[in-house]
């Protein structure tokens, strides 16, 4: 592994020296050969005390963290002596390599392997294989299916947060006074954590008794303002909160992407005639639709992890209208303790969402390149 | 309608729509504050303003006890607000820096010398860096849960912090990389000139100058750590519960008062308030990064 780390002189000048001293690079050889083999023999001690094999071991598995720290260290210590300055230049990138592997690549391959598994926490009988089982049970869960299909819904929807966010970019971008205050406000709803909006507006502003929009809504004429009874109505008021929250972080993208416009090419858009409509029809959205694409796409991978409001307005219900694939699956955890099959559950909804994405990044490239 | 007329007109509209969405952002905030404030009368008869519609009393907040009356006194709810707080703190500060220090030291990396690591160049490094974003939090939080509890880490601080770490590195390098690219290759340069070595051109010349993106980055990751719940609800059970969970855990009991539930989310996005309000030049250079590139 670690002859395929090489690090080349690129944009420095400085030369990256090829020679070091021989004696160095065995004794950094030797270092990490000693960590490894150090590591990999806490690593056996500990797995066959967990096989009960021998009575020798640790009582948990927090020494092989902390083996696997030494191990780095080791590690990049032996870059810098069998590769000096290429070692060091490696080692900016070593640390959060190691952390992404330890933190994501090893769970998600151990995730893979739960998901094969019937296993369930509260039960007596511990993890036992299934094998297939779980892909099996998914493809009968309606309530999965069910939740996939809101996703779509609420995927749709970003379209909707576009539109809006996209109108006050233009008026903040608009000659106005205080646009400093206005930018402030508007941006405000990002910060708040969505756990507490849940409460702010799913439990109390839209509160069927007390709550202002439902007191508002009965002024207005609507005599039984229930936000979350019947299921287009629960699935338009979470998604208004999810909107609520999401809508500054499209609005300052695009912000950024009105203002770096050029000004002269409005301009001639005004000298040729157009009026407001035509100038943003024709100019404006053209221009901004890379920014725009773009926006989209890093809304709609946040959008597929949407959980918070809904687990804690809803619940997912009513009858799981309501329900991301998310929230059902922390249900499916916290209801049933079912670790593999939830585990299965993700798996598929990560497999689902690489190929929507990967997709969908394809077809963006071609909209991207048509029009530039 | 002469041309004036028509300009009054627009300008007119615009102020308004700016107005209506100002209303839409602030009264559920205003709201939540007011609420805190609030008895149980005025709640149901749906009083909105202070001293005009209600008499303000720190109901909400002695529940908490956070009131001036109660603030010197024992009160378990207060310890057990003050213990989430501090451990909210404790996450997202250790986890934004964890992630700033790992994120910038890479993201260096990407921006100034070429990797080739199997078949991985750069482009393709910071692909793998950027693809975590994609991850939901789902896929990791079952086998986390596993693991945790193998290494001990469940319901532990540290545990959290390793986690957003990871949520929030990707983000941290996307901003960072952005940075150092904008420092002239010259200044490293003049620094080895100098006798600097990589790192110590890295520390010394080039760290202080990115600082700008650095406090961008930082407090992207605070924000989003300090109102992550996902993993906080699933992972933590009593020692190492964060703000949100408290919240949540309030919201679904039966019966809690509306002025207690105020008050508490008041206190929970309050920090996030003000961060937004001063430091809203930082956030919205960093969220920025990149866009109309």
């Known amino acids: 592994m670690q002859n395929s780390v090489t690090a080349s002189a690129d944009r420095h000048h400085k030369h990256a020296s090829r020679h070091t001293p021989d004696r160095r690079k065995a004794a950094g050889r030797a270092l990490v050969l000693l960590a490894s083999l150090g590591f990999l023999l806490v690593l056996l001690l500990q797995l066959l005390h967990a096989l009960g094999a021998t009575a020798m071991g640790f009582s948990d598995w927090r020494p092989i963290l902390i083996a696997y720290l030494l191990w780095v260290v080791a590690f990049g210590a032996g870059q810098i002596l069998t590769r000096g300055e290429r070692g060091q230049r490696a080692l900016f990138l070593l640390p959060a390599v190691f952390f992404t592997v330890a933190v994501v690549i090893f769970p998600t391959i151990f995730g893979l392997y739960i998901a094969s598994l019937d296993w369930n926490l509260s039960s007596v009988d511990g993890p036992r294989f299934g094998g297939l089982d779980n892909l099996r049970g998914i493809l009968n869960d309606t309530y999965y299916w069910n939740a996939l299909g809101n996703m779509v819904f609420y995927t749709v929807a970003v379209l909707g947060e576009y539109a809006i966010a996209f109108g006050l970019a233009l008026l903040l971008s608009a000659d106005i006074r205080a646009r400093r205050f206005f930018r402030v406000v508007f941006l405000l709803p990002m910060m708040l954590s969505p756990v507490a909006v849940s409460w702010m507006i799913g439990k109390s502003l839209l509160e069927y008794r007390f709550g202002p929009a439902a007191t508002l809504a009965r002024d207005l004429g609507w005599d039984n303002p229930a936000f979350f009874a019947s299921p287009w109505m629960a699935r338009l008021s979470i998604q208004a909160m999810d909107a609520w929250v999401s809508i500054p972080f499209i609005m300052i993208i695009l912000l950024a992407g009105l203002q770096a416009m050029p000004k002269e090419v409005q301009e001639a858009a005004k000298v040729d005639g157009a009026n407001g409509w035509q100038s943003f029809r024709h100019v404006t959205f053209p221009i901004m639709l890379p920014v725009s694409i773009t926006v989209l796409i890093i809304r709609i991978i946040f959008k597929l992890k949407l959980a918070d409001i809904v687990i804690n307005v809803t619940a997912g219900g009513p009858g799981g209208a309501t329900d991301t694939v998310s929230s059902f699956i922390y249900r499916v955890y916290r209801d049933r303790s079912n670790v593999g099959y939830g585990t299965a559950l993700a798996m598929v909804y990560l497999l689902i969402i690489i190929v929507l994405l990967s997709l969908l990044l394809r077809l963006s490239r071609r909209w991207t390149q048509n029009v530039v | ?293």
């Not at chain 2, 378990?76 to 996450?91: D, G, L």
């Not at chain 2, 950027?130 to 849960?145: E, K, R």
């Open chain 2, 1 to 293: 309608m002469g041309p004036r007329a028509k300009r009054m007109l627009s300008r007119m509209l615009i102020y308004a729509a700016l107005l209506f969405w100002t209303f839409i952002c602030l009264f559920p905030i205003y709201w939540t504050v007011t609420t805190s404030f609030k008895s149980a009368v005025d709640v149901t008869q749906g009083h909105l303003i202070p001293w005009v519609d209600f008499q303000p009393d720190w109901k909400g907040w002695r529940s908490l006890g956070l009131s001036p009356d109660t603030l010197f006194g024992t009160s378990t709810a207060r310890s057990e607000f003050v213990n989430r707080f501090v451990n909210s703190i404790i996450t997202s500060v250790g986890a934004s820096l964890l992630a700033l220090t790992l994120g910038s030291l890479a993201a260096y990396g990407l921006s100034r010398f070429r990797y080739k690591f199997a078949w991985m160049r750069n482009d393709d490094i910071l692909f793998f860096f950027m693809s975590q974003l994609i991850l939901p939090p789902v896929v990791l939080a079952l086998p986390f849960l596993v693991l945790y509890k193998a290494l001990a880490l469940l319901d532990t601080r540290f545990g959290l912090i390793l986690l957003y770490t990871l949520t929030v590195l990707p983000i941290v390098i996307w901003i960072m990389r952005d940075q150092f690219n904008a420092i002239p290759i010259e200044l490293d340069e003049a620094a080895f000139v100098d006798g600097l070595s990589t790192w110590g051109a890295f520390l010394r010349i080039i760290l202080p100058l990115a600082f700008p993106g650095m406090m961008a980055a930082f407090i992207i990751s605070l924000v989003l750590c300090w109102n992550e719940y996902f993993f906080a609800a699933l992972l933590t059970s009593t020692d190492a519960k964060t703000l949100p969970v408290m919240v949540a855990s309030q919201t679904g009991s039966q019966g809690i008062n509306w002025w207690s539930m105020a008050a508490l989310s008041t206190a929970a996005i309050a920090p996030l308030v003000l961060l937004g309000i001063f430091l809203e030049r930082y956030i919205v250079s960093g969220l920025t990064t990149g866009a109309g590139k």
